[in-house]
C-alpha cells in the first residue's frame, strides 16, 4: 500500500507563514506529479499548486508568488512553503500524487488525510 502524510498545518496570523510537508511512504517505485489542493469549509477542492517529476511548477492565480511548492524526489517528499497567509487560505490542504509500484505498471492517485491551516485576520 501507499501512504501520503501531511504536516505542518496550524494556526497563523494574516501575514504569516507555514511549510506543509508530505511524506510518501510504502510500495512505491515511481512518483510521477505531485500536488496541493485545498477545501475551504462549503466549498470544493481546488487546486493550490503542481510539480511534475522533473520540477515543473503550475499555481492557482490566488496563490502565484505567494507560494512555493516542491519537492525531494530521494526522499520521496514534497513541500508548500506558503507565505503572506491571508484569512482566504485557511483550508484543510491536502497532497496527491501519482505513484507506480513496479515498472510498467499504471500510476494510481493517492492522497493524503489532509492538514489544517487557519489565518486570522
Known amino acids: 500500500q501507499v501512504q501520503l502524510v501531511e504536516s505542518g498545518g496550524g494556526l497563523v496570523q494574516a501575514g504569516g507563514s507555514l511549510r506543509l510537508s508530505c511524506a510518501a511512504s510504502?510500495?512505491?517505485?515511481?512518483?510521477?506529479?505531485m500536488g496541493w489542493y485545498r477545501q475551504a469549509q462549503g466549498k470544493q477542492r481546488e487546486l493550490v499548486a503542481g510539480i511534475t517529476e522533473g520540477g515543473m511548477t503550475n499555481y492557482a492565480d490566488s496563490v502565484k508568488g505567494r507560494f512555493t511548492i516542491s519537492r525531494d524526489n530521494a526522499k520521496k517528499m514534497a513541500y508548500l512553503q506558503m507565505n503572506s497567509l491571508k484569512p482566504d487560505d485557511t483550508a484543510v490542504y491536502y497532497c496527491?500524487?501519482?505513484?507506480?509500484?513496479?515498472?510498467?505498471?499504471?500510476?494510481?492517485?493517492?492522497w493524503g488525510q489532509g492538514t489544517q491551516v487557519t489565518v486570522s485576520s
Open positions: 510504502g510500495n512505491i517505485f515511481s512518483i510521477n506529479d
Open positions: 496527491n500524487a501519482e505513484v507506480t509500484t513496479g515498472w510498467g505498471r499504471r500510476y494510481n492517485l493517492y
